[in-house]
DNA sequence: CTACGTCTACCTTCTGGTAGGTAGATCGTC
DNA sequence: GACGATCTACCTACCAGAAGGTAGACGTAG
């Protein structure tokens, strides 16, 4: 059984930091205190907080495009594409494993954000809304999606509802709030014209 | 010429600085230097950072809630009020003078803001979803709008998109992204079935 | 005289970050 | 295989500055 390596561990821990209270919501001493080593080892292995949270947003993208790429090869019906989309959502949210996307809560903190930072959560804005366009685009194609937009707007209006209903279901801490708002997003889409 | 009182030069301040960076993006030497008085000053006005923000919430949503009150007397018709609500917010991202909603920003950091603060932030999302609620209520008995679902439900989805808009613009750095959101937003509904 | 608003001066705790050192694994070289 | 040299991951100890907050003096307006 190999152990996860502390670099790993103190990702994982800034992780799941960063989701409670964004850049400035958390510490060097909190992630030590989460990992059980100290202060100063984190220098060793991330230079400065910048840097940690810069490689921190750079692997949670890659695990998103990661995931949504497997998503586009396994699920060929554009609609139960973004089904399964949302309700990974739902399911971080349900179980507050992970109960709002980093980019998101990082990116109402953009003009405090260290400028390396705010272009990774820029990029994912970006692959997030392709990721959505092209599921949109072919829904529309197969007749199977109404759109009354360009599939672009349609993507970024659907992603904009997404992280908005995320921060409802926080707001009234009501983690079916997400499940309401999103479940009548998709049933929109779907609905015969 | 009457000056403004400091107590309200703290606040107006403090509320500039929340909407760039969250609660935990600002602090008094901030506001001190802003203000031009000392930290100490602060002190005197609001015994301590979470009442300060507490008391700023307060004061934005009686001036949300005079604000909407206002629009419900003046604008008779729903969909017209609906896009004067919209048009508010456009104005402010557009020309940067206040572009995010301080309770959309504070509700991304929901879990690490104190209790008192939340509570505020909470009740500003439920006025804002029942203001949007009767509008739509109206709209659809007047056949203005066509609803696919229950009114509430509706409301929180309207919400929700304004709200993820407003994270997209910023997040994109760009002010038009939130115009694009939020005008197809306001067709759908004004569309004829 | 009093009440208020501001000040200086200070406190404690936390912040991100640095300096320098140590134990142990891995290395090339003889 | 033995040798030192280097590298890795961590440590203790420290720093300067910022955080939120307090105590008490001072001046001024009513």
Redesign the interface.
């Known amino acids: 059984m190999t152990s996860i390596s502390t670099h790993d561990l103190i990702l994982s821990s800034a992780r799941t930091l960063i989701v409670?209270?964004?850049y400035?919501?958390f510490s060097y001493a909190d992630i030590a205190t989460v990992v059980g080593i100290r202060k100063a080892s984190i220098h060793h292995h991330f230079p400065t907080k910048a840097e940690l949270v810069r490689s921190l947003v750079a692997g949670y993208r890659k695990e998103a495009e990661a995931g949504l790429g497997a998503l586009e090869g396994a699920v060929a019906d554009p609609a139960d594409r973004l089904r399964a989309y949302v309700g990974y959502w739902q399911r971080c949210i349900a179980d507050a494993s992970a109960p709002?996307c980093i980019?998101?809560?990082l990116?109402?903190?953009?003009?405090?954000l260290p400028e390396e930072v705010g272009a990774e959560?820029?990029a994912h804005?970006r692959t997030l809304a392709a990721w959505l366009r092209t599921a949109l685009e072919q829904g529309a194609g197969q007749g199977r999606f109404r759109l009354?937009?360009d599939a672009a707007?349609?993507a970024?209006?659907f992603?904009?509802?997404?992280?908005?209903?995320m921060?409802?279901a926080?707001?009234?801490?009501d983690a079916a709030?997400f499940d309401?708002?999103t479940d009548?997003?998709l049933?929109?889409l779907t609905?015969r014209p």
């Not at 992603?159 to 209903?165: F, L, P």
């Open positions: 409670s209270g964004g400035n919501g709002f980019c998101a809560l990116a109402s903190e953009m003009p405090a959560v820029r804005f009354e937009r707007s349609e970024e209006g992603m904009a509802t997404i992280h908005g209903a921060l409802s926080r707001a009234y801490g709030c309401t708002i009548s997003l049933d929109r609905a």
